[in-house]
T-cell receptor, first 113, second 115 residues
Framework: GENVEQHPSTLSVQEGDSAVIKCTYS??????FPWYKQELGKRPQLIID?????GEKKDQRIAVTLNKTAKHFSLHITETQPEDSAVYFC????????????FGGGTRVLVKP | NAGVMQNPRHLVRRRGQEARLRCSPM?????VYWYRQLPEEGLKFMVY????????ESGMPKERFSAEFPKEGPSILRIQQVVRGDSAAYFC?????????????FGEGSRLTVL
């Protein structure tokens, strides 16, 4: 099956600085890479995703990059704000199993004012 | 268009009782996935269902857990004879039929506490 590794597990940044979270995956057939944000006690919410026909996608202060050769993808948050504090999960689908998403272990981001 | 609806949002059970968690997918979605999230941990896949079919149950514990998605009505995740280790948030997600992109829409979750 798909194996998704996510680093770091915790990340503390000063407000205004950038945050970078990295993930690797194992299924070379994967072609869709979403990132979810989960606030305490809430559901995971999709914040950005990238498909394998592009290398980078940006939406305001967040961006995702994809390197299919190396099988890794990253989330970049610029100009961080306190409301960015949450747990972030990367995921990748396992193509041979109906595209079910396998999630990374999560990164707890704390933005200090 | 209502999102994925889960109920109950919170459920307390004593050891040995049964827990039933319900999930209604988004309108137009016929694929349902259940994930479990233990406290301070990530999302672990449990089961993937389409109407009247279990497609992939590779993440389901072998005993006490079952899931169904009948032709009419919500998907149900059933846990028999609950133990303290079953305490977790159970999230349901849905995706549209015929669009095999991997994009999932999550419900708010059902938080099970076993006393």
């Amino acid at each position: 099956g798909e194996n998704v590794e996510q680093h770091p597990s915790t990340l503390s940044v000063q407000e205004g600085d950038s945050a970078v979270i990295k993930c690797t995956y194992s299924d070379s057939a994967s072609n869709y890479f979403p990132w979810y944000k989960q606030e305490l006690g809430k559901r995971p919410q999709l914040i950005i995703d990238i498909r394998s026909n592009v290398g980078e996608k940006k939406d305001q202060r967040i961006a995702v990059t994809l390197n299919k050769t190396a099988k890794h993808f990253s989330l970049h948050i610029t100009e961080t704000q306190p409301e960015d504090s949450a747990v972030y999960f990367c995921a990748a689908p396992y193509k041979a199993a109906g595209n079910k998403l396998t999630f990374g272990g999560g990164t707890r981001v704390l933005v200090k004012p | 268009n209502a999102g994925v609806m889960q109920n109950p949002r919170h459920l307390v059970r004593r050891r040995g009782q049964e827990a039933r968690l319900r999930c209604s997918p988004m309108k137009g979605h016929s694929h349902v996935y259940w994930y479990r999230q233990l406290p301070e941990e990530g999302l672990k896949f449990m089961v993937y269902l389409q109407k009247e079919n279990i497609i992939d149950e590779s993440g389901m514990p072998k005993e006490r857990f079952s899931a169904e998605f009948p032709k009419e009505g919500p998907s149900i995740l059933r846990i028999q004879q609950v133990v303290r280790g079953d305490s977790a948030a159970y999230f349901c997600a849905s995706s549209p039929a015929g669009r095999n992109t991997g994009e999932l829409f999550f419900g708010e979750g059902s938080r099970l506490t076993v006393l």
